[in-house]
């Protein structure tokens, strides 16, 4: 008699308490995944599970290892989905140094000793996916940090990419364009003709909804043949 086996799936989001993150955890519970949050706040999601991070805090993730990789067990795949991020409003003639290495922290070097943490548990068939940006390849004025980070995440995936060869382990950069959610509204407000201007850079006249960039972010899990790209998902932006 043939005995049915189940596959363990596990995926680990940053940032899933709300916006694209709390969007990616029901898409990888549709999926069939366990899913483990790490951010300040629980994600909504009831059969999700929380490790209560405050990612820039110093030495988190080694104060949390130990829960973390009992959250994770051993998984026979595990998706990293490095999705937490800062957005600030700053620009190249007075972002102080200080405050660029903050935004690093959280944008960039979160996701490199993470990925490093659960490495071990990796099998064949894992995938490490950034959530980058339109700006992790092209610039607008004042938002310096996060330009700068988002184009460094892309590279730490186009490096993990190259040091994972022979892993089986897959990786992807996943650039949203402009998202309906609490980050996006705190940079552009709630005003209407705002929200219009911001649309009309959009071949589709509209903002994304976070699950259009869940979607994606799912299916880079499920399809290795993404390994080391670099993928828009911002509806088609209008070039001036
Ligand atoms: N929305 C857009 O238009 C857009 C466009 C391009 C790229 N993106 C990217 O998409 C990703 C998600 O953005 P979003 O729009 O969904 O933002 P969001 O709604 O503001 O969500 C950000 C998430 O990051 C977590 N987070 C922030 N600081 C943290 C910290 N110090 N420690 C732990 N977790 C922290 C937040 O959780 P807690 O507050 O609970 O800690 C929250 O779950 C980001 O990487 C962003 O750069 C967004």
Known sequence: MQRETTMDKCALITGGSKGIGLACAGAFLDS??????????????????????????????????????????????????????????????????????????????????????LRPRMQDGSSVLFIASTLGHKAVANSCSYVTSKHALIGLMRATCQDFVGTGIHTAAICPGFTDTAMLRSHIGTDPAVEASIASNVAFGRLIRPDEIAAVVSFCAANAVVNGSVIDANLGQIER
């Open 32 to 117: 069939g995944y366990r899913v483990i949050n790490l951010s300040r706040n629980p994600c909504p999601l009831n059969e999700v599970s929380n490790i209560a991070v405050d990612m820039l805090e110093e030495d988190w993730h080694r104060k949390h290892l130990e829960l973390l990789l009992a959250a994770v067990g051993e998984p026979d795949q595990l998706s990293l989905v490095h999705n937490a991020a800062t957005l600030r409003k700053d620009s190249a003639d007075s972002l102080s140094a200080e405050a660029l290495r903050e935004v690093f922290e959280l944008n960039v070097v979160a996701p490199l000793t993470l990925t490093q943490a």
